[in-house]
């Protein structure tokens, strides 16, 4: 069974996002052994530089480098990064499941978003969209998008 990981920067807070997050692990626990690994976000002053902002990334991107397991795939959420379709992100965790590496391991960073130096390590650079989503809306958006490419790979019809 596929070991997939989801790192996150920032706690979520409200319930339904909390309650949309549970209901997807029980889903995917179906598929795969999902760890959920929520990460403190750094206390910035109200108004940071951006020198602070730089140091709270950082000090974020050590903290996301503790728990990266060994021999795995890092898959980097962040506006660089490419979009890709739902069938283009099933290929990936077919290939990923065909692959050496042991863990996927999914990043989605902070409000400020995740230091270059994390974003450089990624295997992937992964855009959800040009759009801004709240940090705990992408966080359930990912399961989601895990869960279909699961089903697409099954050949299910959850995927219309």
């Known amino acids: 069974m596929l070991s997939i990981r989801l790192i996150c920067v920032g706690k979520l807070k409200e319930k ?36 602070e902002i730089q140091a709270g990334m950082e000090k974020e991107a050590e903290a996301i480098r503790a728990k990266l397991p060994p021999s795995s795939c890092l898959v980097a959420l962040c506006v660089e990064g ?6 283009e992100l099933a290929k990936l965790v077919r290939d990923f499941a065909q692959s050496a590496d042991k863990h996927l391991v999914f990043l989605i960073g902070g409000s400020y978003g995740l230091h270059p130096s994390i974003k450089q390590e990624a295997k ?13 809306l992408a966080r359930v958006m990912v399961l989601e998008q895990i869960y279909r490419a699961f089903k697409i790979n099954e050949g299910s019809s959850y995927h219309k």
């Open 82 to 87: 490419k979009e890709k379709s739902s069938e």
């Open 124 to 136: 992937v650079k992964l855009s959800m969209s040009p759009m801004t989503f709240p940090h705990h």
């Open 16 to 51: 339904f996002y909390r309650e949309a997050v549970a209901e997807y692990q029980k889903r995917l626990s179906a598929y795969c052994r999902l760890e959920l690994i929520e990460l403190p976000e750094c206390k910035l002053p109200q108004n940071p530089s951006q020198s």
